[in-house]
């Protein structure tokens, strides 16, 4: 038990998860502000930047969770950063649900695993940002930290078939090249999404994005909340 009683979000509300192994499971949305990143593409930024923080108490929360019977989807901003990471350990720890999500661009990933109740039924969603080559080496190591860590980590990638590094990550997950790792990705905890912000431009991008999970022997995931704009 931590001893935080409550915690500061730009966000809660009832919906569903739109993406990952979880998709289309009822949800709180539990949004923290603050990322270590900049994306240029991110679909929260604005948000994050003009939403003022509020105090929830996790008495309050626990009863939108008992009232509804929804899991917690804690995202962001990135929920392990120094500023939240206390009270993203309280959410997944002090709280009762039937399950939780939490997505993360791998920041402080680790160490949000060490602090989590290994018992309570949360999934670990890791979503690497890869830009350049050093991306790609950072998302490597990772991965294998990760994977070494928990079984109840997934990886979640948007598919850029342009994207140099981030195809060879996908290699990489597929066949890890250096035998000394001692480390096998399974290919069911991989999730491959299609990129787009309309449900018209996901549909059209959806073709290539089955190919590549049937080539890597990945999952396909759909972005519901994009699809049926239920976010």
């Not at 626990?62 to 500023?83: D, S, W």
């Not at 994207?163 to 069911?188: C, K, R, V, Y």
Request: glycine share 6%; charged share 25%; hydrophobic share 40%.
């Amino acid at each position: 038990m931590s001893e935080k009683e409550s915690v500061k979000l730009i966000e809660v509300f009832n919906s569903w998860q739109g993406e990952g192994p979880d998709s289309g499971k009822a949800m709180i949305i539990l949004r923290f502000k603050t990322c270590n990143l900049n994306c240029p593409w991110c679909d929260t930024r604005v948000k994050m930047r003009i939403t003022p923080e509020a105090e929830y108490p996790l008495e309050q929360l626990q009863g939108i969770i008992n009232e509804t019977g929804a899991g917690l989807l804690v995202t962001g901003g990135e929920p392990t950063v120094a500023k939240h990471f206390d009270e993203c350990v309280a959410l997944l720890n002090d709280l009762e649900y039937p399950v939780a999500n939490v997505e993360s661009n791998g920041f402080n990933l680790p160490g949000l695993i060490e602090r989590v109740d290994p018992d309570k039924p949360v999934t670990f969603i890791y979503s690497p940002k890869i830009f350049k080559h050093s991306d790609y080496q950072d998302a490597v190591h990772q991965a294998m930290v990760l994977f070494e860590m928990s079984d109840k980590v997934v990886i979640k990638l948007v598919y850029e078939p342009d994207n140099e590094d981030m195809i060879d990550f996908m290699n990489w997950l597929a066949t890890p090249s250096d035998p000394q790792l001692h480390i096998t990705i399974p290919g069911q905890r991989v999730y491959l999404m299609p990129e787009g912000t309309t449900r018209a431009t996901l549909i059209q991008n959806s073709e290539k994005v089955f190919d590549a999970a049937e080539k890597y022997r990945f999952n396909f995931s759909s972005r519901d909340h994009i699809i049926y704009g239920f976010v």
